[in-house]
C-alpha cells in the first residue's frame, strides 16, 4: 500500500521531503509533482525499481529516461555539453524542458537510448522536486505519468493514489501542476530538434 504524503507546493516540509528521500534510498518508486506534470521514479542506478517503470507505464528499451537534476553543474556531471549547449540551457532551465543529450561514463548504461547513447536530463522549476533530489543527493531518475493507452498525464494525487496504490512505495501530494508533460529537444545534432511539444515555448529554442 502505498504511502501518502501532502506536501506545501511552495513551501515543502522538511520532514516529508527527508522521509521521502528515505524511500527513494531504499528502491522505492515515488510519484512526485514536476512544474509540468507529476512524474514516476526513483533512484539513479536502482535497477529493480527502473524494471518496476518500465513494466507500469509499459516502456520499450528504446525509451529515453530523464534525469531531474538541481543545477546546472549537476546536469553537466551526466551529458556532455558544449558551449552553444551551455548557453541554451542556461536559458530554459530550470523549467519544463527534458533536453536529448549524449550521455557520459556517470549514466547506467540502461538508462540510455541503446543504440545513440543519449540521455534525458532537466532541471525542474518545482520546490518539492528540487528539495526531494536535494535531499537524495542525487538526481532522480524520472519520467512523465502517463499510463498505458493514455495521451495525457494523471493529474489528480488522489487518483493517482487509487490508481497506483499497490504499484508504488509513495504518491506526494503537492496540488494540481499542469496537464502537460515537458517540452522534449534533441540537442545532438547540429540545431536542436523539436521531438515533443510539450508546455515549454519553443520559439526561442528553435528561432
Known amino acids: 500500500m502505498a504511502q501518502f504524503f501532502q506536501i506545501h507546493p511552495d513551501n515543502p516540509q ?98 540510455m537510448h541503446p543504440k545513440r547513447k543519449t540521455i534525458g536530463l532537466r532541471v525542474p522549476d518545482n520546490p518539492i522536486a528540487l528539495a526531494l533530489i536535494e535531499a537524495v543527493g542525487e538526481p532522480l531518475m524520472s519520467c512523465s505519468l502517463i499510463m498505458p493507452g493514455e495521451d495525457q498525464p494523471l493529474t489528480d494525487p488522489y487518483d493517482i493514489r487509487d490508481t497506483l496504490e499497490h504499484q508504488v512505495e509513495l504518491v506526494i501530494d503537492g496540488g494540481f501542476c499542469g496537464l502537460e508533460a515537458t517540452t522534449v529537444v534533441d540537442l545532438t545534432g547540429d540545431e536542436p530538434e523539436l521531438i515533443r511539444q510539450g508546455c515549454g515555448p519553443i520559439d526561442e529554442i528553435m528561432g
Request: proline share 5%.
Open 14 to 111: 522538511g520532514r516529508l521531503i527527508s522521509q521521502a528521500a528515505e524511500i527513494v534510498a531504499a528502491g522505492g518508486v515515488i510519484v512526485f509533482p514536476t512544474d509540468s506534470a507529476y512524474a514516476i521514479g526513483c533512484r539513479l542506478g536502482e535497477k529493480l525499481a527502473v524494471e518496476r517503470i518500465r513494466a507500469l507505464r509499459q516502456l520499450d528499451k528504446q525509451h529515453n529516461f530523464t534525469l531531474l537534476c538541481r543545477d546546472l553543474s549537476e546536469l553537466a556531471s551526466y551529458a556532455k555539453v558544449d558551449n552553444q549547449m551551455f548557453r541554451l540551457l542556461k536559458n530554459h532551465t530550470p523549467g519544463p524542458y527534458t533536453f536529448i543529450m549524449p550521455a557520459t561514463a556517470e549514466v547506467p548504461r540502461r538508462l
